[in-house]
């Protein structure tokens, strides 16, 4: 079981991004994921997940308005669309999977599988 997270870069502020979560070792419409990230010298936090239909979202405040998650199970992917970035939203961002798939859980303790991380650096 393995989540390839990737997409990250460095952009201005005002910038967007597409981060893409790619999963393999199993099948992606029997899981939820959700999208995490850690800021340098902070703790991990939500950004935003989805359950296994795509029908439910949710984000963290910080980010509502401004990223967007969708997914292809057909292409086993979930992806983290981020526009009008911040410097705020410098991080590291994971993908995580969540095998009770009506979840869209905010909830790290909830999610059994997690990617290695991309990095997302924004300039002021």
């Known amino acids: 079981v393995q989540l390839q997270a990737s997409g990250g870069g460095l952009v201005q502020s005002g910038g967007s991004l597409r981060l893409s979560c790619a999963v393999s070792?199993?099948?992606?419409?029997?899981?939820?994921v959700g999208w995490f990230r850690q800021a340098p010298g902070k703790e991990r936090e939500f950004v935003a997940a989805?359950?296994?239909?795509?029908?439910?979202?949710r984000y963290a405040d910080s980010v509502k308005g401004r990223f967007s998650i969708s997914r292809d199970n057909a292409k086993n992917t979930v992806y983290l669309q981020l526009n009008s970035l911040k410097p705020e939203d410098t991080a590291v961002y994971y993908c995580?999977?969540?095998?009770?798939?009506?979840?869209?859980?905010?909830?790290?303790?909830?999610?059994?599988?997690w990617g290695q991380g991309t990095v997302v650096t924004v300039s002021s």
């Open positions: 995580a999977a969540d095998r009770i798939r009506s979840h869209a859980s905010i909830a790290e303790y909830s999610y059994d599988y």
């Open positions: 070792g199993f099948t992606l419409d029997y899981y939820a």
């Open positions: 989805i359950n296994w239909s795509g029908a439910s979202t």
